[in-house]
T-cell receptor
Framework: DQQVKQNSPSLSVQEGRISILNCDYT??????FLWYKKYPAEGPTFLIS?????DKNEDGRFTVFLNKSAKHLSLHIVPSQPGDSAVYFC???????????FGTGTRLTVIP | GAVVSQHPSWVICKSGTSVKIECRSL??????MFWYRQFPKQSLMLMAT?????????EQGVEKDKFLINHASLTLSTLTVTSAHPEDSSFYIC?????????????FGSGTRLTVV
């Protein structure tokens, strides 16, 4: 049962434009959400996170938006750069639980 | 920042042999380490959670006798794939959470590509 879903397996964006990656979840108990970036044959690296008490968190070119009523979050990257090309995973966690629940990932390609 | 070293980064083994993968937290103590598996174009799937000094907790469907996990110290967890078969070929990733650190401070290793021939 996939509790965290990323329905777009891939996304291509022109350099300098905005990249928007989407993520949906089903478990209302999730209270913390994270985005990870992953290059081939490497482990995921943490990008940005957001607590369920917030609806937006910004860090440089990266902004994560959370819509709890819709159980939806999105990652905005602006401006997109070729080095941003990677697979992006969203992940969710809940208080009292140790592990993260990952989405299936979205492969972002930023075209120079 | 926190660093997790995973070794080896890739391994090819013959069917029926065992392979050990190490996961080390280099600059912090990790009371909890996690082992994930990723098939091509699929999500990271949690296999098991290991706590230092106690038995690992396996996710449903993961054979504990096949995937042996040992977390003998606060800086080292190992995953041994016993009697490996071609269907065990996958990308295995560990992550560690710092003892007393941020609740959601997970650091991932670089992963191990296992190919069983």
């Amino acid at each position: 049962d996939q509790q965290v879903k990323q329905n777009s397996p891939s996304l291509s964006v022109q350099e300098g434009r905005i990249s928007i990656l989407n993520c949906d979840y089903t478990n209302s108990m999730f209270d913390y959400f994270l985005w990870y970036k992953k290059y081939p044959a490497e482990g995921p690296t943490f990008l940005i996170s957001i607590s369920s008490i917030k609806d937006k968190n910004e860090d440089g070119r990266f902004t994560v938006f959370l819509n709890k009523s819709a159980k939806h979050l999105s990652l905005h990257i602006v401006p997109s750069q070729p080095g941003d090309s990677a697979v992006y995973f969203c992940a969710a966690s809940m208080s009292g639980a140790n592990n993260l629940f990952f989405g299936t990932g979205t492969r972002l390609t930023v075209i120079p | 920042g926190a660093v997790v070293s995973q070794h080896p980064s890739w391994v090819i083994c013959k069917s029926g042999t065992s392979v050990k993968i190490e996961c080390r937290s280099l600059d912090f103590q990790a009371t909890t380490m996690f082992w994930y598996r990723q098939f091509p174009k699929q999500s990271l799937m949690l296999m098991a959670t290991s706590n230092e000094g106690s038995k690992a907790t396996y996710e449903q469907g993961v054979e504990k006798d096949k995937f042996l996990i040992n977390h003998a110290s606060l800086t080292l967890s190992t995953l041994t794939v016993t009697s490996a078969h071609p269907e065990d070929s996958s990308f295995y990733i560990c992550s560690a959470r710092e003892a007393g650190g941020r609740v959601y401070g997970y650091t991932f290793g670089s992963g191990t590509r296992l190919t069983v021939v």
